[in-house]
């Protein structure tokens, strides 16, 4: 069955669902909602200012909207609700001016700002609240497809009665008497209770975490029994490397350059990672890396997230080995036809000896002489499916990875089960320690003089958006507000960016070019900004609302600063979670902040915002959901050890995944 034989999509809506990665029926359906907003009405004897509400009542006044801005509009109107008259505002929805009409019963939902009566909405519902709490689910959205109108695909789609693919074993699907695949995502797409959505969750998570465990452990397995390339490296060429740096190597990365070097003159395959906390130059220690790989006589491969940061690798690299014979070269997407085909042929030829690039390293196009090492982050992990993939004379490459989360010991053994690790702790010479401050709403004007100094300094500033998710128009409104309010602080005399994830690819690239080149002085973004990216005249990050981020997200973004030996500062404004917050003021230790964090977290709420990015799950998050993890790897180890007692139809399924080239990335 096809996405167009589902009612409503057409040939545009497909381009769109396109961009957002849905392909078939099945990524339609498996396109999870990212979060729940549960309407029950408020009690308003009990709002705070700043508090997210739900309430209906009768419209009391005409709508006026104004114009602000290109695209950009602005609606306000009166709503009474029991008794009391709230001021209603609401962006970029005056389309439905004609449909509020005085005297008309609508539902809001927004943030309530007590201190002027007003309500900021996210949402209108042109009816009144059900007495029994109705739960809908936030789906990731684009500018020219809704989170409702995926919510409405998705719907339609389930009618057909689709059969999914289905990863849990019977042994597992029996033991805890888990729903069927069909039934839970007809549960997370449309809850009747908040019950049944926690068994529909269990279910799914628990197949995304067995399946992850399952190759995780396999890996490990397989690791164990494969070969890499034994190398004589005459050690002192290396000691004269780190010798000729301009900088002294902390006493962790030199223990890390040790760990490297015994993998790589052993005969078993390398397979590590570097953990290290943000700014603790895990970079050095790879190019160290290459750098030993390049005296055995093989090529490296280092894969970098972004063509920003691929540029940026590339460039260090090179200055590093300006005095050696070493040839390193930049693969992107942006390189013209002929340059590429360039590119593909000194590789081929091995005239080439490092190459730095983005996912394209690994395309069909690409050939290697003889690659020894593949240098990647812990996110694009290198399976059996990347490996079959690579054209390379049959030679097997040694993996290292790397990794600006530092997480507690007892997950990483689990979620690296089938790696070495290494920690880099003690931060490079020079660095001064960021310092940060933790102030609220009503300082806001100290805040600004703070940024002021900085640029009066010709320093340049992150400003971070107050939000987590972009889940619809309503939740931009946020940048674009503080994009505005940072225009009308400082706009007269310095430059002001946005960056959001919503804008093209293309787009993003050039605002952070712009900024490394200093021609924007002001950055105000979501949490886009690309974790690696290195611009060392940056001296000032300042988190809008930072309640809403975890301890480990704001010290990622805090890691932006503090790149040179400026000093740096992180300055968090919250009204709430203080208390929470002040161990960031405290220590920029990323390993005992992630113990904190993990501490803190605990299991999450159902229906809060959950930060999305770990280990690319849909539904499954590593923190919160650590003991469904820990059963699922359990129940994976026993799997493994008994697979050939299994013949139902996901066990064959699952064997074809592990013992092919398919699947296992």
Not at 67 to 77: N, R
Not at 121 to 128: F, T
Not at 328 to 337: F, R, S, Y
Not at 547 to 560: D, K, M, T
């Amino acid at each position: 069955m096809e996405l167009n034989q589902i009612t409503g999509i057409g040939p545009k809506t497909i381009s769109h669902l396109n961009k957002l990665g849905i392909f078939n029926i099945e990524n339609l359906l498996t396109y999870y909602p990212f979060r729940y907003n549960v309407l029950k009405r408020s009690n308003l004897d009990e709002i705070e200012q700043d508090d997210n509400i739900v309430i209906d009542g009768k419209i009391s006044s005409r709508p006026n909207v104004f114009f602000f801005a290109k695209g950009k509009d602005k609606m306000t109107f009166k709503l009474e609700c029991d008794n009391r008259i709230f001021s209603i505002i609401i962006y970029n929805r005056g389309y439905l001016k004609n449909k509020l009409i005085i005297g008309n019963t609508i539902t809001v939902i927004g943030k309530f700002d007590k201190l002027h009566n007003t309500i900021i909405v996210s949402d209108i519902k042109l009816s009144l609240l059900s007495n029994t709490p109705e739960i809908i689910p936030i789906y990731h959205a684009n500018y020219n497809i809704t989170s409702s109108k995926i919510h409405g695909y998705i719907l339609n789609a389930l009618k057909f009665n689709i059969e999914l693919e289905d990863y849990i074993p019977d042994i597992y699907r029996e033991k805890y008497h888990f729903l069927d695949k069909e039934t839970a995502v007809e549960i997370i797409h449309s809850p009747s209770s908040s019950d049944m959505l926690k068994k529909a969750l269990l279910r799914l998570k628990y197949e995304e975490l067995f399946l992850f465990m399952l190759k995780i452990n396999f890996l490990k397995l397989n690791n164990n029994f494969q070969f890499g390339l034994k190398r004589n490296i005459d050690k002192s060429l290396i000691d004269e490397f780190i010798a000729n740096l301009s900088f002294k190597l902390t006493p962790d990365q030199l223990k890390c350059v040790e760990d490297i070097y015994e993998d790589l003159v052993n005969e078993k395959r390398m397979n590590r990672l570097i953990q290290g906390d943000v700014g603790s130059g895990k970079t050095i220690v790879a190019i160290i890396a290459m750098y030993i790989n390049y005296l055995s006589g093989y090529q490296s491969a280092m894969m970098a997230p972004t063509e920003i940061l691929a540029t940026q690798h590339f460039e260090n690299i090179k200055n590093l080995f300006s005095t050696y014979n070493i040839n390193v070269a930049l693969l992107t997407g942006n390189l013209k036809a002929k340059e590429k085909r360039q590119i593909y042929a000194d590789l081929n030829s091995g005239q080439i000896d490092i190459v730095i690039g983005t996912h394209a390293l690994f395309t069909d196009d690409v050939k290697y002489n003889n690659l020894g090492l593949v240098i990647t982050d812990e996110q694009h992990r290198f399976g059996v499916n990347q490996r079959a993939s690579l054209k390379n004379k049959g030679i097997v490459p040694d993996i290292l990875y790397m990794s600006a989360t530092p997480i507690p010991r007892t997950y990483a053994l689990t979620i690296y089960g089938d790696m070495d690790i290494s920690s880099i702790k003690t931060m490079p010479n020079g660095r001064m320690p960021i310092i940060t401050y933790l102030k609220k709403d009503k300082e806001i004007k100290e805040v600004l003089n703070m940024m002021l100094e900085q640029l009066k300094n010709n320093h340049q500033i992150y400003v971070i958006a107050p939000l987590i998710e972009e889940s619809d128009k309503s939740d931009l409104e946020n940048i674009n507000e503080l994009y505005d309010k940072m225009n009308r602080a400082f706009g007269k005399y310095y430059k002001v960016g946005m960056l959001h994830g919503k804008m093209e690819k293309k787009e993003k690239e050039e605002v952070m070019q712009q900024f490394e080149n200093n021609d924007i002085q002001i950055l105000v973004s979501t949490t886009v900004i690309e974790v690696g990216v290195d611009v060392k005249n940056a001296t000032m990050m300042v988190i809008f609302d930072s309640y809403r981020f975890g301890l480990s997200a704001i010290h990622q973004l805090r890691g932006r600063v503090g790149r040179n030996s400026l000093q740096s500062y992180c300055i968090l404004i919250s009204n709430r979670n203080t208390e929470r917050l002040k161990i960031l003021t405290q220590t920029n230790d990323g390993f005992k902040i992630s113990e904190e964090d993990f501490k803190l977290r605990g299991s999450g709420d159902l229906f809060g915002v959950r930060q999305s990015g770990d280990m690319n799950f849909k539904l499954a998050n590593i923190k919160n959901d650590y003991d469904i993890l820990l059963k699922a790897k359990e129940d994976s180890d026993e799997y493994l050890k008994n697979i050939d007692l299994y013949n139902d139809k996901t066990s064959i399924k699952l064997k074809d995944i592990l013992f092919s080239s398919n699947g296992l990335d």
